[in-house]
């Protein structure tokens, strides 16, 4: 059996999809099975992971209709076969020694290796650092103030899991919603894990492209945001880890109340009733014109708002 188990859903990414393989297959650590799941792409992506198969033996290849990422993901871990899973997108690429470097972090007992990444808008890549330490993280996974944001916790292709451990839990992709599934994933992991070796090198290059669903705030992604996280935490406390996430969940509720103000018509009522838990930790944590505008939405100073506070900066 391989030591760590690559998968890999492929959907209209035909002009990505080689050098993400190639990638793949350029690993300095070999011993790795990779799983190509086209999930129904009517390009010629199919085709192209058939090719991938016939030259290298360590290339598995399952075609399926579309049914969305999340299932296509499912997929590649019903036939999985190795110790760890590393997820990686069809059109982002990795580094040769990604595997190499995530491995050697079993010997720490680490149940979930993660890596830091850059963001590449098309020909441009973003250099700015994500993960700033190495070491072990044990217990709740904190936001810092310098990233309240943290949209990159959610994504599952930032860490090697241990099959062992997500088979103990169960966990897989959530198929009944369009996205917002990995975050899912990846806050379930986590809480499940007991320790998470943090590297800093820069592994991973994540491709946002123009039009990509990240890119596409809409009132249907926030809602379904609303009603992953609210998953997340009753699932979360089914595996007895509420407590020591709950702050965690907690800021992830205040990033979708601040998506929601940013991106939507300004419906004060919707967001107060949103998460009012969270309401005095967006106070406390912001500061300035957003800290000012969150505090008087909260006390229903919504006539003064537009006045006193330009929204969304």
């Known amino acids: 059996m391989p030591e760590i188990s690559i998968i890999v859903p492929v959907y209209k990414v035909e002009k990505y999809l080689n050098k993400c393989v190639d990638s793949i297959l350029a690993q300095t650590f070999t011993d790795f099975e990779c799983i190509l799941v086209d999930d129904g792409s009517p390009d010629s992506c199919g085709k192209i992971c058939d090719e991938y198969a016939q030259k290298d033996s360590r290339v598995k290849v399952i075609h399926q209709e579309n049914h969305g990422v999340n299932a296509a993901r499912n997929s590649g871990l019903d036939m999985a076969s190795g110790a760890w899973i590393v997820f990686v997108d069809g059109d982002d690429w990795i580094e040769g020694d990604l595997l190499e470097k995530a491995l050697s972090a079993d010997r720490h007992g680490a149940d979930i290796v993660q ?30 103030r310098n990233e309240p944001l943290a949209w990159w916790n959610g994504m599952c292709w930032m860490r090697m899991y241990s099959f062992e451990m997500l088979k103990k839990i169960g966990l897989r992709f959530p198929e ?55 998953r997340i935490e009753t699932d979360i406390s089914k595996i007895g880890q509420l407590d020591r996430f709950y702050s965690t969940i907690l800021q992830y509720k205040m990033e979708i109340k601040n998506w929601f103000i940013k991106h939507e018509p300004l419906d004060f009522n919707t967001w107060r009733n949103m998460f009012p838990e969270a309401n005095w930790q967006a106070v406390r944590f912001y500061h300035g014109k957003k800290k000012i505008k969150y505090l008087m939405i909260i006390l229903h100073m919504d006539m003064l708002v537009n006045k006193l506070v330009k929204i969304g900066k």
Do not use: P
């Open 176 to 230: 009944d919603i369009s996205n917002n599934g990995d975050t899912y994933f990846s806050y379930m992991a986590l809480a499940a894990g007991r320790k998470v070796w943090c590297m800093a090198d820069k592994l991973y290059h994540y491709r946002q492209r123009s039009g990509s669903i990240i890119n596409n705030i809409r009132r249907k992604n926030i809602y379904t945001k609303t009603e992953v996280c609210r």
């Open 115 to 144: 890596w830091d990444f850059d963001v590449c808008y098309d020909e441009n890549i973003n250099e700015k650092k994500y993960l700033k330490h190495d070491g072990i993280k044990e217990g709740e996974l904190k936001f810092s």
